[in-house]
């Protein structure tokens, strides 16, 4: 491994968690019924299982760190 590839993995996995981290939090609150919307006049809670969409969408980015890592190690070989 050179020294720009830890680099590069080490930034996008920075990259990667400061959103997903926020959204996984927000996936777990509104599974525990702490969320609620409000879109113009309406407001509302959110149903729990959105919590399982907002957790996904929180682990998706983290697939960016490994695929940078999957890259370098194939391409390094």
Do not use: D, H, I
């Not at 959110?46 to 490994?66: I, N």
Request: aromatic share 14%; charged share 10%.
């Amino acid at each position: 491994m050179s020294k720009n590839t830890g680099l590069w993995l080490a930034l996008s996995a920075v990259v990667a968690a400061c959103p997903s981290l926020f959204c996984f939090v927000f996936g777990v609150a509104t599974l525990f019924g702490g969320g609620s919307y409000e879109v113009g006049a309406e407001s509302g809670q959110m149903p729990p299982s959105m919590g399982l969409v907002f957790l996904c969408l929180g682990l998706l980015p983290w697939l960016l760190p490994a695929g940078v890592w999957f890259y370098t190690r194939r391409r390094s070989a």
